[in-house]
């Protein structure tokens, strides 16, 4: 399995302010995944990473509010821009550590007032 | 999209007792997996089973494909087992991308 690492683990930030969120792997891998998991709800994809290529946004994600980086096989970046309270989330990273079983990592604890 | 329901939403239990946790989805997979988030919130992979049978201590899982659910059972419960439990799958034609379902809330009781 991957050993994930985030940054931060958690933040507070003021409404209108970006935060960007870092992910990192131990390994080469092919498929980066963000997902977002408002309070008391389950998780959501945003979008899909993939080296060399723009990110797939889901329905209901835009990239010029989530832009996303993927300079290399072992790190990406989310960035959640222009915030206001209902972004206020845990945003977590994964990755596919075998044909399609995922690996999650510590996620990112974001508050915003 | 694919649906993806959890049952019970919430189970209460002593210390001790056994439950078992549902997961039904609407489609074909090539992924199933159960994971917990403890009150940090992390998310801790618990089984990767598209089909069959798996035990790994006090837990197993079974999942039947061909009627499309699965079931978690939890024995001789602790209060560490204490937090959420997601099934997510993976559609067959839709790549990677999991979904996930609302979760059980399980709470064990000293």
């Known amino acids: 399995s991957a050993v994930i690492s985030q940054k931060p683990s958690r933040d507070i930030c003021q409404r209108g302010t970006s935060l960007t969120i870092q992910c990192q792997v131990d390994?080469?891998?092919?498929?980066m995944f963000w997902y977002r998991q408002q309070p008391g709800q389950s998780l959501t994809l945003i979008a899909t990473a993939n080296q060399g290529s723009e990110a797939t946004y889901e329905s209901g994600f835009v990239i010029d509010k989530f832009p996303i980086s993927r300079p290399n096989l072992t790190f990406s970046t989310l960035t959640v821009s222009n915030m206001s309270p209902e972004d206020s989330s845990i945003y977590l990273c994964?990755?596919?550590?075998?044909?399609?079983?995922?690996?999650f990592g510590p996620g990112t604890r974001l508050t915003v007032t | 999209g694919i649906q993806v329901e959890q049952s019970p939403p919430d189970l209460i239990l002593q210390e001790g007792a056994n439950s078992t946790l549902r997961c039904n989805f609407s489609?074909?997979?090539?992924?199933l997996q159960w994971f917990h988030q403890n009150p940090w919130g992390q998310l801790i992979n618990l089984f990767y089973?598209?089909?069959g049978t798996k035990q790994n201590g006090r837990l197993s899982a079974t999942t039947v494909a061909t009627e499309r659910y699965s079931l978690l059972y939890i024995s001789s419960s602790q209060t560490t087992d204490s937090g959420v439990y997601f099934c997510?799958?993976?559609?067959?034609?839709?790549?990677?991308?999991?979904?996930f379902g609302e979760g059980t809330q399980l709470t064990v009781n000293p």
């Open positions: 997510a799958v993976v559609k067959k034609t839709s790549g990677s991308r999991l979904t």
């Open positions: 390994s080469q891998v092919t498929m």
């Open positions: 089973i598209p089909s």
């Open positions: 489609d074909s997979v090539n992924n």
């Open positions: 994964s990755v596919t550590g075998g044909p399609y079983e995922q690996y």
